[in-house]
């Protein structure tokens, strides 16, 4: 990131902020038998981001999502992929993400890498992050709001599970396309 605070995050900004569960959502979406798309979401989200603006490179983000928490409006598919051929909550119940880097990408834009564990597998993976405002709660607290797009190979973190289809392809795309918007609130 660059030094120069952006016009919507001044610096009050510096400082940790906790994700609200409440307002937050980690949404993802993946091809099905290789002609529509289905989306779910994870609704157990909780983390904390540390934020300089003088020194945007020192800022870090973690965050950690209750797998079991999946939900795409079909409870069978749910139960499926709480299995042990995709996710095996019993053994992972959560998936990480953790920094590495973070740097300006443009006026309220950002490019945060990190190390994003599912299963037992790590991979670095690139979020493109926008930040959405900022403003002041009812109860006088701070809030800001950042949304972040990223694509992955779920076959990369062990979810290789699949079917072939009689006309050829498979039922579960491999590209899961990711989409999170969070709300944080300052400490102290």
Partial sequence: ????????????????????????HVEFSVRHLMISTVKGRFAGVQGTAVLDEAQPGNSKVEVTIDVRSIDT?????????????FFEIEKFPAMTYRSTRVEKAGDDRYRVTG???????????????????????PWGGDRMGFSATARIKRSDFGLKWNQLLEAGGVAVGDEVKIAIDVELVKQG
């Fill in 1 to 24: 990131m660059s030094t120069e605070p952006s016009a919507v995050a001044t610096a009050s900004a510096a400082g940790t902020w906790t994700i609200d569960p409440v307002h937050s």
């Fill in 73 to 85: 409006h079909e409870p069978d598919r749910d139960t499926h992929l709480r299995s042990a051929d």
């Fill in 115 to 137: 190390d994003l564990t599912i299963r037992d597998q790590t991979r670095p993976v690139a979020l493109d992050v926008t930040l959405e405002g900022k403003g002041k709660d």
